[in-house]
């Protein structure tokens, strides 16, 4: 039998091998970080992480020759991606770890491509088609179905909320800024790109930090700075190289749905990692939010 990859045109089996470990790399950090802001402050956190990330990135895209300076008159654009892509996904869904498992963490999350496919339309003049209709109702209805469950402690409507809110709001706040670096791409080498968003980052979490919390690293033990590691050099360095690499060698589509193996991985990782439940509800609410993704995505 002929492989179908090898059929498909446009698609690599190298271009492959990168969305896979992408997926990997994001999907593993999210228990991951869930355990961080347990024994560590949540700014405090994403600041270690993005100090080691940033580091790395820079690294490479330094050891490729790709040039760091921002185009003229496009630091706007630059400063605008790294606010929207970076700094609020981080840390608005790590605030919402204070209140969600790690488990609902990530599937709030990444309903990112419904908001896309919704902010698409005023800002690109996309027009929603029937499917992308569906696709948003799909991904509300996983939405209601994750958290609105009454019942004791932190699963409570009214208990997780905020963390409810957290998540969305970055999650929207990502697909802003995806809508607008479409519109108004800032046209630098990726990775340096990358280098330039994760930098710009730092700032305000490195500011709260000295400003709000008091971490103890010292108390810090062999699992915990594992974690830490982990985020920074993986889910916040190598993952973003790794994906510039998969959507240079596959069509936009591919890597697209591929993306959606984070999610999944991340649910599956949680409940290994961290005990959190994986009955009926969470079956249903992750085939909803990710059947509602998919159609927002490939609607026509």
Known sequence: MTNAASRAPGVSIQGLGFLVATSLMWGFNWPLVKHLVGVLPPFSVRAASGLIGTALVLAIALARRESLRPPRGQWGRLCLAA??????????TTLSLLWL???ETTILAYTLPIWAAILAWPLLGERPTLRRGIGLVLGLSGIVLLVAHSGPGEDDLA??????AFALAGSMLFALGTVLAKRAPVAMPPTALVAWQTGLRLLPPLLLWQLLEQPDFAALGALDW??????????FGLAYVAWFAALRRLPASVATIGSLLAPVIGVLASVAMLGDPFGLREIGALALTLGGVALATFAR
């Open 83 to 92: 606010a929207l892509n970076v700094t609020a996904w981080m840390a608005l």
């Open 101 to 103: 498992r790690a488990s």
């Open 159 to 164: 208990a997780k909320l905020p963390g409810v």
């Open 226 to 235: 594992a974690a830490l590691a982990y985020g920074g050099a993986l889910a």
